[in-house]
């Protein structure tokens, strides 16, 4: 079983900046990708940034230059730092692992206010 914890979102004015963190824990294979999506009130949710385990990146071309995402394997822990935030990336951010099978964490919101 595998559980993924997120944390770091809040409020933010337009302009500023946060850090989301997810740990995962329980049986996490060596080879993997891990993720954050987003999902904004009443819209599908959509990835935001991919990272895999060899360190390859991939990023929504609307937070390209903006969100910066990395991961620390050695504590199973992926970051998303994210700046110069606008009020169109307010949504329930959510941690996603992937190895073999899809896992997601809870969701942590960010608002942004403009």
């Known amino acids: 079983q595998v559980r993924l914890v997120e944390s770091g979102g809040g409020l933010v004015q337009a302009g500023g900046s946060l850090r989301l963190s997810c740990v995962a824990s329980g049986s996490i294979f060596s080879i993997n990708a891990m993720g954050w999506y987003r999902q904004a009130a009443g819209k599908q949710r959509e990835l935001v940034a991919i990272i895999s385990s060899g360190g390859t990146t991939n990023y929504a071309d609307s937070v390209k230059g903006r969100f910066t995402i990395s991961r620390d394997s050695a504590k199973n822990t992926v970051y998303l730092q994210m700046n110069s935030l606008k009020p169109e990336d307010t949504a329930v951010y959510y941690c996603?692992?992937?190895?073999?099978?899809?896992?997601w964490g809870q969701g942590t919101q960010v608002t942004v206010s403009s």
């Open positions: 996603n692992l992937f190895q073999r099978i899809t896992y």
